[in-house]
């Protein structure tokens, strides 16, 4: 298929009805109702559901009764939406229910702005809900980007039943970018036999639940989910290294900050100074390992993001205490320019401004 | 551009490069005249406003009108009482910015008065490669739903056909080729093509309209 130029909201729409999405639902909030525009003008005519929940916390437990079914469903919203919904979260979390669900994040904290921003990922990797979960998380940096993890989140939900994120920054669900949608190699999926599709009298019931009583049996349930969450952490973790062979400061960011990073490493390069980046594709599991193959040229590191230092905390794990851990970011809806990073990285190679 | 009624409204899907080409317009029109006012009338789109562009297109003599909620973070549907000033005044030329689509084109509605057929131009930007105006059935469509929302008539296509920094002369005559078909059951000519500066030199001479050089000032260099 032909590229077309499309938004990344309705990319990302695009991308989940071609993974097989029939049902969504949600609440609108800017920077992503592109996204459910597309869901209610598309889904109808594939036969499909969309509906515009009350609220976030009942699109979300909407989500819960669907997913139990055994549907591919997806809901969306952006930062303070995706507060209210991490509740239904963990009970998808714990009922082991497939779904994925995308955050276009803007400004906080509270209500905040529409601009773009990173600040959610504590919220997003730390689990805004209660429990012992993890669930993987996606940051596109690019429109394709977006259109093929979408769909990848689909197949990744259903292999480990559980729920998955898929989060751009406002930037990334607003902006405009060629895309095309390939025919991705798909896993092999489990048969979807604990689904509550009606038993026609055959077999017992089927339950969706996240409520345990006893508590032996929740801790086995905890090891069970926490084994799975290994395997991903083993499996699906994703990043990209940039120009990091021979760097000076080695760089992380994700998303659209990526980009901004990139530009500012190839105009450092321009003037003699070697920078590199290491780019999360997957903020959970987060790429630990790719830590290690950071070059002995590196004398530090530097992450850059649209919040006050979030990330950092992972960078500094990561890390293991080998390199100095520098930090720059904007917040609140501003964007950082190529320039404020690359005098950043002259300050910390002692050039100063 | 001089022939161009002083009323010009720019239309078009979102994505069809419509801000775009009224900032270009509106910068390229001020070198000959005075008195261009450039009003942001997007009450569908937060991000990616010609508002935003208010310092960059002063120095130009282009004035910005938009709303009287200032900063990027609202998108309330306001829009400011500026702009009837130079709707009014017959001396100015104002071009009205439409956001997104027909929901975006009901804006409009409400300057229905100063629409009088032969003393305006709503140029309809479109893009062949976004998805929903791929043929002429969606470009009619699309024309057919601003035109009831806007309660004025088109009268001009505007061939901006592009995939940003990766359009191809294939694209633009792509693009050409639908206004073309749309140019002729409606009726209207095509007055521009909107073509990124790199490729203006390679497109063919006998194109109908006026080849407008884009240079990208919405989009960021880092994108």
Not at chain 1, 321 to 333: A, E, I, Y
Request: hydrophobic share 40%.
């Amino acid at each position: 298929m032909a590229k077309v130029l499309m938004k990344g909201n309705e990319a990302i729409a695009a991308a989940a009805i071609k993974a097989g999405c029939k049902h969504f639902f949600g609440y609108p909030i800017t920077p992503q109702n592109e996204l459910p525009e597309f869901m209610s003008r598309e889904l109808p005519k594939i036969g499909g559901a969309f509906v515009q929940a009350e609220s976030e916390v009942a699109a979300i437990n909407m989500i819960y009764g669907a997913a139990g079914t055994g549907a591919r469903v997806m809901t969306s919203s952006s930062s303070p939406g995706m507060a209210l919904k991490q509740e239904g979260i963990s009970y998808c979390a714990g009922a082991e229910l497939p779904c994925v669900i995308v955050n276009i994040s803007r400004g906080g904290p509270g209500l905040g702005g529409i601009q773009p921003s990173q600040a959610d990922y504590f919220m997003t990797t730390r689990g805004g809900g209660n429990g012992d979960y993890r669930h993987p998380v996606y940051a596109p940096a690019t429109l394709q980007e977006a259109v093929d993890l979408t769909m990848e989140a689909f197949d990744v939900a259903d292999y480990y039943r559980t729920p998955v994120i898929v989060m751009g920054d406002g930037m990334i669900g607003q902006m405009m970018e060629p895309v095309e949608f390939k025919e991705t190699t798909r896993r092999d999926l489990p048969v979807k036999d604990w689904a509550t599709t009606g038993t026609e009298g055959k077999r017992k019931p089927n339950i969706i639940n996240s409520l345990a009583l006893d508590p032996a049996e929740l801790e086995k349930h905890n090891f069970k989910l926490d084994a799975r969450y290994k395997e991903m952490e083993e499996k699906e973790v994703r990043h990209e290294m940039y120009k990091v062979e021979g760097a000076e400061v080695v760089m992380v960011a994700y998303g659209t900050t990526a980009r901004i990073v990139k530009n500012a490493i190839d105009a450092l390069e321009k003037e003699g100074i070697r920078a590199g980046l290491i780019r999360p594709i997957t903020l959970w599991p987060f790429p630990m390992k790719a830590f290690k193959d950071i070059p002995e040229t590196a004398k530090a590191l530097l992450s850059v993001e649209m919040s006050t230092g979030q990330m950092i905390d992972d960078v500094k794990i990561a890390n293991e205490g080998k390199l100095p851990v520098h930090f720059f970011g904007r917040t609140g809806g501003m964007i950082p320019a190529p320039e404020e990073i690359m005098d950043k990285v002259k300050e910390i190679l002692g050039g100063g401004k | 551009m001089l022939k161009d009624n002083r009323i010009r409204m720019i239309i078009g899907h979102y994505g069809s490069g419509k801000t775009e080409f009224a900032v270009n317009y509106a910068i390229n029109l001020a070198k000959e005249v005075g008195n261009v006012a450039l009003a942001d009338l997007d009450v569908v789109n937060p991000y990616f406003r010609s508002r935003e562009k208010y310092e960059q297109l002063q120095p130009f003599g282009v004035s910005v009108l938009s709303s009287y909620v200032k900063g990027s973070g609202s998108d309330l549907p306001a829009v400011s009482a500026d702009v009837l000033a130079p709707l009014q005044d017959k001396v100015s030329n104002i071009i009205l910015d439409v956001g997104g689509d027909s929901m975006g084109a009901r804006t409009l509605g409400r300057y229905k008065e100063y629409f009088v057929p032969g003393e305006y131009d709503m140029f309809c930007v479109v893009n062949a490669n976004r998805p929903e105006t791929q043929d002429v059935a969606g470009v009619l469509h699309h024309i057919d739903t601003i035109e009831r929302a806007a309660r004025a008539k088109v009268t001009g296509l505007i061939n901006n056909t592009h995939l940003l920094r990766h359009t191809t002369v294939e694209d633009v005559i792509k693009g050409q080729e639908l206004c073309k078909k749309v140019s002729e059951v409606l009726n209207i000519p095509i007055k521009y093509i909107g073509v990124i500066e790199a490729l203006v030199e390679e497109l063919p001479k006998d194109l109908e309209g006026t080849v407008l050089p884009i240079k990208m000032i919405m989009r960021e260099d880092w994108m």
